[in-house]
């Protein structure tokens, strides 16, 4: 069983929802995630979406691109991104997905060889940035959200390795240490994976080990529009290791 993800599908919703206005690299974008998709995930496989799954409004309008991805093989398991304004309560998502796919919201889920957990995420507030009084509200929910989702996933793991999903990156390359990492170097997180960064914003992801966490920055863009293989391997003494391409 391998364990794959990818971020930020962005399929239309029910609308023309062209994805080139951000770029001629956004041609084609889901028939060529779907064709690496369709060569390379098995029955048994499972694939991560950190979130921002279509543009849809509504959950009606939603069902479509839920199941163009629900068609495709293997085992999914997504969270809510910024974007997913079409996501209503989380009884109501669950009921309305096909078959073999899982919705997280600040909770876990068991698939065997390990536990996944997932939650949305915010902003993250740095020394150039600090957020407004009403983000920094968001921001420390959303904390306490991802710990909801670290405890559920500890309770079910029981030694099995611990996989993180949130929308928003947890770090930035240039400002690794924050709240959110140390929420999951406490719960031992063995790897965490992210979206929501495009265009130049990719180059402010971070890609590699910090304090024994590895990192997978997901969106579709920054991965050519292929999936990549969450890399569960992790240093044995928790020291900060180069990217080496492992999410591209």
């Known amino acids: 069983m391998k364990l794959y993800c990818i971020a930020d599908l962005h399929l239309p919703g029910g609308a023309v929802k062209p994805m080139n206005v951000f770029g001629p690299h956004w041609e084609r974008h889901f028939e060529r995630i779907s064709e690496d ?35 495709l093989p293997g085992r999914k398991v997504i969270i809510r991104g910024n974007h997913d304004y079409w996501w209503a309560s989380i009884s109501r998502v669950r009921e309305a ?32 940035a600090p957020l407004g009084e009403e983000d920094q509200k968001i921001y420390l929910r959303e904390l306490g959200r991802l710990e909801a989702a670290l405890k ?46 495009h265009g130049a914003g990719i180059r402010a992801g971070f890609n590699g080990e910090h304090r024994g966490v590895r990192y997978q920055l997901t969106s579709c863009d920054s991965l050519g529009f292929r999936l990549a293989e969450v890399c569960l391997e992790a240093s044995d003494d928790g020291s900060d290791a180069e990217d080496d391409g492992a999410a591209r």
């Open 97 to 128: 997905l096909p078959e073999g796919m899982t919705a997280l919201q600040h909770s876990a889920c068991d698939l065997g060889d390990w536990v996944v957990c997932g939650t949305r995420g915010w902003t993250l507030p740095t020394a150039d």
């Open 152 to 197: 559920d996933a500890e309770r079910l793991a029981g030694g099995r390795p611990i996989v993180a999903m949130t929308h928003y990156p947890p770090l930035y390359d240039m400002e690794r240490d924050t709240e959110a990492t140390a929420l999951l170097e406490r719960y031992h997180v063995r790897t965490a994976v992210y979206g929501h960064l």
């Open 37 to 71: 998709w369709l060569n390379r995930v098995r029955p048994e496989d499972a694939v991560l979406i950190p979130g921002d799954i279509s543009w849809a409004m509504m959950l009606k309008d939603a069902k479509p691109d839920l199941e163009a991805i629900g068609a």
